[in-house]
């Protein structure tokens, strides 16, 4: 299996701008995971979705903030407006049913300027 | 209630030495306790996981101690080798449930093992 794809792994982008990363978990896994990690504040669980549904979003910051999971495959995290405050190396992980192991993508390395 | 601390925020060792790092929670609904390696540019990785049913365990160089009573865990990682040079952090989550594997993570430990 390839493990887990995030693309773009690296996106710089203006203040204001809409910035979308993507998502691919490992075929079979039931669960999907947001985490944002920054030097102030760690590693962030944003939020995370069971079969496609969000179940916990109370970690997403803001209303600028959104994800979707339109089907098992695949899964967004936008940002609009972007602002510098949200640089920082977001991660997808992914997970199976009943199994507590989480298996975290590469990231992407987002820099808002 | 939610808060996982981690100590120290960074630590160095001689290669062959021990290295342990500790964590300490709050929140009783935990009941999984895994840590996690982060090599630089990477994704965290599992390293190892306790539940509290039982005091320790053990992966070959890595052992987590976990006292329930305390509500702290620890990882030791004997004959501590450059390779192990990462930052790790311990994490925990409720078991069981939609909520198991909703990970709470401490703030990180650098290790770094000189050869």
């Known amino acids: 299996d390839a493990g887990v794809i995030q693309s773009p792994r690296h996106e710089v982008t203006e203040m204001g701008q809409e910035v979308t990363l993507r998502c691919k978990p490992i075929s079979g896994h039931d669960y999907l995971f947001w985490y944002r990690q920054t030097m102030m504040r760690g590693l962030e669980l944003l939020i995370y979705?069971?079969?496609?549904?969000?179940?916990?979003d109370s970690g997403m910051p803001e209303d600028r903030f959104s994800a979707k999971m339109p089907n098992a495959s695949f899964s967004t995290l936008k940002i609009q407006p972007s602002e510098p405050r949200d640089s920082a190396v977001y991660f997808c992980?992914?997970?199976?049913?009943?199994?507590?192991?989480?298996?975290f993508g590469p990231g992407t390395r987002l820099t808002v300027t | 209630q939610q808060q996982v601390k981690q100590s120290p925020q960074s630590l160095i060792v001689q290669k062959g030495g021990i290295s342990i790092i500790n964590c300490a929670y709050e929140?009783?609904?935990?009941?999984?306790f895994p840590w996690y390696q982060q090599f630089p540019g990477k994704g965290p990785a599992l390293l190892i996981a306790?539940?509290?049913?039982?005091s320790e365990k053990k992966e070959g160089r890595f052992t987590i101690s976990f006292n329930k009573s305390a509500k702290q865990f620890s990882l030791h990682i004997m004959d501590s080798q450059p390779g192990d040079s990462a930052t790790y952090f311990c994490a925990a989550s409720p078991a069981g449930g939609t909520s198991y594997g909703k990970l709470t993570f401490g703030q990180g430990t650098i290790l770094t093992v000189h050869p």
């Open positions: 929140n009783t609904a935990f009941d999984y």
């Open positions: 979705f069971n079969n496609n549904v969000p179940i916990d």
């Open positions: 306790i539940r509290p049913d039982v």
């Open positions: 992980a992914s997970r199976r049913q009943g199994v507590g192991e989480q298996y």
